[in-house]
Nanobody, 119 residues
């Protein structure tokens, strides 16, 4: 059974940092591209960051470039998102996603974790 479990969300202030984690099980982690997406109320999910199977290729959404850092540990089946200089507009539910390409949403999703940034 495929499982993606996010953790690390919470309430922070503008300018703070936060690290999200995703723990995967039930599939061969190191053969999947992993991504973070987020969804604000009333909006569609958008790509935050993605990372290739070996952690070499990375892709970031325009609004988080130079602030967020994505990483993965294939030995531990985990992926992380270090979020720096958080802004109120980063407030959203953040989802872990597993797929086959950095260009498209993958088939596996986590349940999401809420990140709220107060001004």
């Amino acid at each position: 059974q495929v499982q993606l479990v996010e953790s690390g969300g919470g309430l922070v202030q503008s300018g703070d940092s936060l690290t999200l984690s995703c723990t995967a099980s039930g599939f061969e982690f190191n053969t999947y591209v992993m991504s973070w997406y987020r969804q604000r109320p009333g909006e569609e999910r958008e790509l935050v960051a993605g990372i290739g199977k070996y952690g070499i290729h990375k892709r970031y959404g325009d609004s988080v470039k130079d602030r967020f850092i994505i990483s993965r540990d294939n030995r531990k089946n985990t992926m992380s998102l270090r979020m720096n200089s958080l802004r109120p507009e980063d407030t959203a539910v953040y989802y872990c996603n597993a797929g086959t390409t950095l260009s498209l949403q993958g088939v596996y999703w986590g349940q999401g974790t809420q990140v709220t940034v107060s001004s």
